[in-house]
């Protein structure tokens, strides 16, 4: 299953451990399944240069965007205990699996 090679879905806090911005956290906005690669909020910024486009009220400059980085180099923040953890996953009765913290057992999926 795809969503088994990504550990990290939208809306999770996550924790950057390696890389220019390790150590910060942020939301994840979007998950590109594809690449293995996340967009989250505030992290891995990069200078984006923008034309002025007078018709859509854009003025020409410099604005800072998220760039996306791999989800490998990101660890899920628990909401109960608030570590980084490694995720789990446990079987549902209905045959589905909850990702649960590997800490505490709480639950990631909300
Ligand atoms: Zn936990």
Redesign the pocket.
């Known amino acids: 299953m795809l969503s088994h090679k990504v550990h990290v879905k939208r809306n999770d806090l996550v924790k950057v451990i390696t890389g220019k911005d390790r150590g910060k956290t942020g939301k994840v906005l979007r998950i590109i399944p594809d690449k293995s690669t996340a967009i989250v909020e505030g992290i891995n910024f990069r200078k984006k240069h923008t034309r002025a486009n007078p018709a859509k009220g854009i003025q020409a400059g410099i604005t800072q965007q998220e760039a996306p980085m791999r989800t490998s180099n990101l660890q899920v923040v628990?909401p109960?205990?608030a570590?980084q953890?490694r995720v789990k996953h446990k079987p549902l009765e209905d045959g589905s699996k909850q990702r649960v913290?590997a800490?505490?057992?709480?639950t990631l999926d909300r």
Not at 103 to 106: F, L, Q, S, T, V
């Open positions: 628990c109960e205990c570590k953890t913290c800490k505490c057992g709480g």
